[in-house]
């Protein structure tokens, strides 16, 4: 599909898209570049690339497609750097999760007769680094992409049937829809998530062994949130500033409102918006975007059975040790 | 150890109570009370009691320990209409999710040389009914017990003795501790679930599709304690209402905090933050209360393969149908 394609930084989504670009046969050499030596050397390793250079410049050259795979933040210098590099016709894409910034950042250093299409894997995991990606984190999962008006629908039709080889689902979006879509979907959880985390960990009257201690009431279903990769996300808050502020208004709007609810005794009100949102679950589960398996599949005997486990953690997983 | 067991109300608790005391033959009779026919006859099928009861008075005739699993508002209740009933010497003890009202509920009509001991698994999922329970729902999870002061020794170390015997570990904790650690472990997560999830429903901006079709980018997370049982939640929020109310308090400035960081794009507070929550996951994992397997362990086809998943639910969890 590809002769050769240059992964700029082997994180998470990196890795899986190399791993994904092996599993599908898609790419006839995987280029990666990343600043540590240490990283470079997992990726040869772990076979999802062929080659591994330090600078992203050097391993652009001669790629019919370039995916940048590094923090939203480091795009603006990265752009700059690649540019003189970049081979005719090749496709310029990334993987951040706001859209405006991105285009703002790397549209302007597309040179003439290169294609850039900004798109968004929205998939992922809590764990980071060139070891923790894996072929099917795509897999039935939506890829969102967010063309200029100005940009070349062959490049779009490519960049489409790539995405679908590494498994995904494509949907074509407006960039500011995207950049809303996200803030309520995903920036907003995580910023939670991040927040209560934060907010248990210090407090007075309870110590921190005793949140730890009796976290299956719930309190750890956030922490696999807040346990995402902090760069990237500083980088998200950053730059989704506007959107994810006016998502947090109307959380907090809600939340007093349901806080009054429970100091006026107002059970109703709790009751109705209780009973709502179980819905919502359903309506996700039905459309093949969560495990309906009950409190995620995850018990003490089943962390030992899961298949493609790595073997360190789930030698780790059993609840009763 | 118990020669008869009524178990008051036969959701996820209750049944999963009924399905651990069959794996452990820890009770000679198991007795269960529920209002409904329909649900008296799945037990009964299910084969987690030996006996259904339409009233709680007739259930506690002659048992050796009775469990309350009803929503915690329905206690007071409860606990008048079977206290003519009980046997002396019996143990009575609950489930509930809150202490300080369930004391205040139920201990005024134990009668004389009766022994009431509160108690509380840290355990569960966001299903309910008596098809959700599964015999190892407690295994390596903990429970709390509270005693009052008056408390008998011996009483207390039966049910210790009992909730070992069903996989659970066991504290004793003094009730008012009880309800400000669930206050922030349990109850404030489950709040913000619910909020979160109905903040995403109710927004013109972007449409409920919307919101289910990107929700693998975090939103789902929130969606499994926001689909939990409307009735029993809020029943805990009417009954710990002090609690909740100080640490939703923290949580609010807090996030507060965390919004002006955003307005003012001060990137090294939220690193600072998104640093450090990482850890207190970590120290989850260690602690045997969460899996360490990536995303829960959920993915496309781990769905399936999950030992012990209930067919039903198994054959739906393709994400890529």
Tied chains: 1, 2.
């Excluded at 939203?72 to 405006?100: C, N, R």
């Excluded at 074509?172 to 939670?192: G, K, W």
């Excluded at 760069?231 to 907090?252: K, Q």
Aim: hydrophobic share 45%.
């Amino acid at each position: 599909m590809f002769g050769r394609v240059a992964l700029i930084g082997l994180g998470l989504i990196g890795s899986s898209l190399g791993h994904a670009m092996r599993r599908g046969s898609i790419a006839g050499e995987i280029v990666g570049a990343a600043r540590t030596a240490e990283t470079r050397e997992a990726a040869l390793r772990l076979g999802f690339i062929d080659r591994g250079c330090k600078t992203a410049a050097e391993a652009v050259a001669g790629a019919d497609l370039v995916i940048l795979c590094t923090p939203v933040g480091t795009y603006g210098a990265l752009a700059a750097e690649i540019a003189p590099a970049l081979a005719p016709g090749a496709i310029v894409t990334d993987v951040g999760s706001v859209k405006m910034s991105v285009i703002r950042d790397i549209g302007p250093h597309i040179p003439k007769g290169v294609h850039f299409v900004p798109g968004h894997p929205i998939a992922g995991t809590e764990q980071s680094g060139p070891e923790a990606g894996f072929a099917h984190l795509f897999d039935g999962r939506w890829t969102i992409l967010t063309p200029t008006a100005v940009a070349d629908p062959d490049a779009l039709a490519r960049l489409t049937a790539f995405w679908t080889a590494c498994g995904a689902k494509v949907e074509v979006m407006d960039p500011e829809r995207h950049d809303m879509v996200l803030a309520i979907t995903s920036h907003l959880p995580h910023l939670i998530a991040y927040n209560i985390v934060g907010t248990a960990a210090h407090l007075e009257t309870v110590t921190e062994s005793e949140v730890i201690k009796f976290s299956a009431g719930g309190f750890r279903d956030f922490t696999r949130l807040a346990a995402s990769d902090p760069t990237m996300w500083r980088d998200v808050f950053l730059n989704n500033r506007e959107a994810v502020l006016e998502m947090l208004g109307r959380f907090t709007e809600d939340l007093i409102s349901l806080q009054r609810a429970i100091r006026y005794r107002d059970g109703q009100a709790l009751y109705d918006l209780f009973s709502y949102t179980r819905q919502v679950r359903r309506e996700i589960i039905e459309a093949g975007q969560e495990t309906p398996l009950a409190d995620f599949g995850r018990h003490p005997g089943a962390d030992t059975h899961v298949p493609n486990a790595r073997g360190g953690a789930a030698r780790k997983g059993k609840a009763s040790e």
